[in-house]
């Protein structure tokens, strides 16, 4: 006795082959590896202004950081993770700041909390407000920012990037 599937189950729900799916993983990989060197030059930074100028100014060494290390993920994440080409685009600069500003927000909010509501120390805060960050910056630089045009195929109906 052999068991059959109802058609609901034999069917993928997400229109996606295995291609698209390597691909995407790919790319967040190449992400993460952006994110990693964005990383190292948003804290080393961080960390010499604190030394610098002191700890109590940790939020003006935040948004100086978070600015070097936004300038560098946008040149590497356009040109390299999401190739989105070469030229100048005025209005994907402007998503990326707008994308980069909010997450600007959300790690200095994050920031803030961990190490003066629940005195963390600055690094560890810092360690906690960026897991925010890469979240909200990688979802909005894929799916809004880098957005590539997306061509359906009506011969199968699958999407292809």
């Known amino acids: 006795m052999s068991f059959i599937k109802p058609k609901a189950f034999t069917k993928n729900p997400l229109p996606m082959n295995n291609f698209s799916l390597t691909k995407n993983l790919f790319q967040f990989v190449k992400f993460g590896l952006v994110g990693i060197l964005n990383t190292a030059v948003d804290f080393g930074i961080f960390t010499f202004l604190n030394y610098l100028i002191g700890e109590h100014y940790y939020r003006i060494s935040q948004i100086i950081s978070y600015s070097c290390a936004v300038l560098n993920s946008y040149y ?34 994050f920031l803030t909390l961990f190490h003066e509501k629940y005195q963390i120390g600055i690094l560890w805060s810092k360690v906690g407000a960026t897991f925010f960050s890469v979240i909200i910056n990688f979802f909005g630089n894929k799916y809004w920012v880098f957005k590539k045009d997306q061509i359906f195929d009506e011969k199968d109906k699958n999407i292809k990037i």
């Open 76 to 109: 590497l994440n356009k040109s390299w993770t999401f190739q989105a080409g070469r030229r100048f685009n005025l209005i994907e600069m402007l998503k990326f700041l707008t994308i980069n500003l909010i997450s600007l927000g959300v790690s200095l909010f």
